[in-house]
């Protein structure tokens, strides 16, 4: 497919794709992600009650692993290949035309843009296109805005002039994961008072993570994430150096090659064999993961959104350590774990060790966290809160 073509060439570019081209029954939803895989974790149940409720459900992302999942679940997917390391600008105005293309051949009643990229991109693509309505979620504040690295800083003041163009014109509501994150947009200027939203988290399957008795044996302290140095994976790795001998300590994830603050492959394995931590690797068998633990880690200073990894945790009544940042403190509230200073190794030992020692603590926190997830964080409130939000958007979009 090549980069600058119109309309026409687009819908036969993405027929040859399997996707769909004939005129749409219903309303036509458009996801817009930078990987399948992360559309798959987190997007997945959102797009399967949308097609349920009548809407025909395209992503538009790179193609991996989740792929051939993807569309076994009758969810067409067409191939763009973001590549989110990528500073090029011409790069990214080829790939501006390839969405507005996109979107004129697909002709969405709604747009739904996942992450930064997505926004900024996919954004200038929908006015170019003349879509009616879009939802902009950043998932948290990322990279860019947490980072207090060079690239993050240089960056952010160019981040922040797109966003105010892209993030919510009058076609568009901003969802955000936490109250936290909201605030902070309307602070800086960058959404428009009365066009955002909080929606929070991704949900979870409580069907499928599922309380359990906590397994025999030494206790378990769990980490999952992907391996960025912001998600705290050397603060995990420094707490079993200091607990040494007291716990056992698992790592689950792989680097993130698309990330600028990922670690490498060879840097975890050193530190988790300097350190003593049994690294896992990516590990797709997550209620599993979360059955053989006590203790679930994210000791997190990024820009996270809402976690879903501790909403995992919580439904399968697991105590939760985690640093005290808003998509963390958003996901525990006062009862459903314990909250550290972030980048604390000293308070995140103290607060593993309190655990560690104490079973039945780990068992209330645990009880909290499983009722705290039925009530605000399973996937049908998401679903529900989603849908309704489509509603009125393209009702919105009918009238202008």
Known sequence: MKDAIGAQGVKDAIGAQGVNMAPARGRVLVFVVTVDWFFASHFLARALAARAAGWRVVVVAREGPAAARIRALGIELVPVAFERASLDPLAHMRLVWRLSGLYRALRPDLVHHVAMKPILLGGLAARLAGVRAVVNAPVGLGFVFSSSGGLARRLRPLVRAWLRVTLTPPNAVAVFETEADRYEMLRAGLAAPGRVRVIAGAGVDGGRFVPSAPPGGRVRVVMAARLLRAKGVELFAEAEGRLRGRAEFWLAGAPDAGNPDSLRADEVAALADAQGV??????????????????????????????????????????????????????????????????????????????????????????????????????EHICARTLALYDELTVLGEGR
Not at 296 to 315: D, F, N, Q, R, T
Not at 319 to 325: E, G, L, R, Y
Request: hydrophobic share 50%; charged share 25%; with cysteine.
């Open 278 to 379: 049994r690294w896992l690797g990516e590990v797709a068998d997550m209620p599993g993961l979360l059955a053989g633990a006590h203790i679930v880690c994210l000791p997190s200073y990024y820009g996270e959104g809402l976690p879903k990894i501790l909403l995992e945790a919580m439904a399968c009544g697991r105590a939760v350590v985690a640093s005290d940042i808003a998509g963390c403190r958003a996901a525990l509230g006062d009862e459903a774990g314990l909250l550290v200073a972030p980048r604390d190794a000293e308070a995140l030992c103290a607060a593993l060790a309190r655990l560690i020692e104490d079973a039945p603590l780990r068992a209330r926190l645990g009880q909290a966290g499983r009722a705290r997830v039925e009530a605000a964080f399973l996937d």
